[in-house]
């Protein structure tokens, strides 16, 4: 993995020099000598470079290597975030590369936040997943080892960019999870992988199929019986205020190992993504990981429910009828609607066992949600005004961006069923909003709760500044700067 470094020394002279320009000013920088800023200056007349973020100039002057780095008009934590991640991909083939931290015309943040910015976009840009090729050559890695950030006060520096580090991390990971084919990770061996967490200080537990049995959580066992990898609930602690009772927030995940959609099978194209149905329960232990990375001040309970959707003998019908862990009863109409059914058993072991009363789910629900908002906004649904304008904050600050949909009783009672308490399905229309109705029944009385359907957001196709292809990890973000906001 990328190594950041913050330093006030001298510069090694294999290191490539970067230079951040804003958008049509004027190149002035201590870093560079008359020579190399004349040079540089002829590079950029030349180039027609007019620093716009994410575009380039590169010049071999008489000391290596000098990017002159397009930083944009004024910009701000994300778009510097950016610039690190374009970064990491310009620099794919060096060794060693040393940006200067200086002031920015316009820019409202210290230089600190300057340097955590960069460095972050450093580390989550620089991400990949390529274990599993045997044959690439070694050209086509990445050189890049370090990258050093010359900054004035670097203890400090370091210190305060110990939050950005711990969320790099825990983004990283995030990726690493859903990246993992179905094959590998399976609710067995992602439970096992949780586990090893409580090295950080995490109190974690974890429920096997007997303690489900023995529990009933009716709906979540109905997902898991179609498949001979057995499923598993992991709950994890972290409490950063040891002296307060309460959780100040639940989190909850969706993890579908692989979701076949089940007796109602999902057609072959694209099937693959699937493997990914477990992205919410991948951000909620990352969301934990990061807290407990952080040390942040804060307590928060999570939970996920690892199951895998698939066709066996032994699969649920549709047509089946089951009870759920608070008693109320599902008709299942579709066995391919099976993140609510996960996620309702999951939510209420969570209400009625813990000391809870704000709760956030997260989870790849609903392909009506991906065609409503695309790869540019989870859809938020939210019982509670404030608990929404404050994640749908944290949306804009990290750059996870949440747009609000409609709860409502119109949408709820479309999933009222002929025999049982409801149905896992609604009509054609608004499948975003019954799904989330459908949740909003395990909602306990009286607690503020929001569900972030990020079924078009967790993967990433083209490839973006700060995510290759493949999964994005979205949601540890936003999550981490509102429980850190809360704390
Ligand atoms: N895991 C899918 C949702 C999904 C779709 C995630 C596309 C990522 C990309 C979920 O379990 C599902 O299959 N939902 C169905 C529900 C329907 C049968 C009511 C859907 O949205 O099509
Ligand atoms: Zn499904
Ligand atoms: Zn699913």
Redesign the pocket.
């Known amino acids: 993995m990328l190594e950041i470094v913050f330093t006030d020394g001298r510069i090694g002279s294999k290191a490539v020099k970067i230079v951040g320009v804003s958008e049509n000013a004027k190149i002035v920088s201590k870093a560079l000598n008359d020579d190399e800023t004349a040079l540089v200056k002829k590079a950029v007349v030349q180039s027609g470079f007019k620093g716009k973020n994410g575009t380039f100039v590169e010049v071999f002057g008489p000391n290596g290597k000098i990017i002159i780095a397009g930083l944009g008009d004024k910009p701000d934590a994300v778009a510097l975030q950016k610039l690190g991640g374009a970064l990491a991909k310009k620099l794919f083939k060096d060794a060693v590369a040393c940006y200067y931290v200086e002031e920015i015309k316009g820019c409202k943040l210290s230089l600190a936040e300057i340097a955590h910015n960069v460095a972050f976009g450093l580390t989550v840009g620089s991400y990949r997943f390529d274990k599993y090729f045997t044959k690439k050559k070694q050209e086509e890695y990445p050189s890049l080892e370090q990258v050093i950030l010359k900054v004035k006060n670097p203890e400090a520096v370091n210190e305060s960019y110990r939050r950005f580090a711990a969320l790099g991390n825990a983004v990283r990971y995030a990726r690493d999870l859903c990246n993992e084919p179905a094959n590998y990770l399976t609710p067995e061996v992602f439970a096992d992988d949780i586990q090893r967490l409580s090295y950080l200080g995490l109190d974690i537990e974890i429920l096997d199929k007997k303690a489900l049995q023995e529990k009933e959580f009716g709906m979540l066992l109905s997902v898991a019986q179609g498949s001979c990898n057995d499923p598993r609930v992991a709950i994890i602690q972290w409490r950063g205020k040891p002296d307060q009772v309460e959780f100040d927030c639940g989190l909850v995940g969706k993890g ?1 190992t692989f ?1 076949s ?1 089940g007796i ?1 099978l ?1 057609p072959g194209t694209g099937m693959g ?2 493997k ?2 477990m992205t919410g329960a991948a951000v909620v232990v990352s969301s934990l990981k990061a807290l407990a990375l952080q040390k942040a001040p804060v307590n928060v309970i999570g939970i996920v429910g690892l199951v895998e959707n698939m066709p066996d003998a032994m699969a649920t019908r549709p047509g089946d009828v089951v009870t759920s862990l608070s008693g109320q009863t599902v008709e299942i109409l ?1 066995t ?4 609510r059914l996960v996620l309702g058993d999951i939510m209420w072991y969570l209400q009625s066992n813990y000391n809870v009363h704000t709760l956030i789910d997260i989870a ?5 949600t ?1 065609r409503a908002l695309g790869n540019q906004y989870a859809g938020i649904f939210c019982n509670n005004d404030k608990l929404c304008n404050e994640l749908i904050k944290a949306g804009e600050a990290s750059d996870e961006k949440l747009w609000r949909l409609p709860l409502g009783e119109g949408y709820n009672k479309m999933i009222n069923s002929d025999i049982a308490d409801m149905k896992n ?2 009509g054609v229309n608004a ?1 975003g909003s019954t ?1 989330a109705c459908f949740l909003e029944r395990f909602v306990q009385k009286g607690n503020a709760w929001a569900h972030l359907d990020i ?2 957001v ?1 993967t990433e196709d083209k490839g973006s500044p700060l995510c290759p292809k493949g999964s994005t990890g979205f949601g540890v973000r936003v999550l981490n700067y509102y429980l850190n906001a809360k704390s």
């Open positions: 579908v979701d959609g109602s999902k993504d699937m990914r149905d579709n391919d609607a099976e993140g790849t629900l609903t392909g009506a991906m399905l609604g499948g799904a079924a078009g967790d």
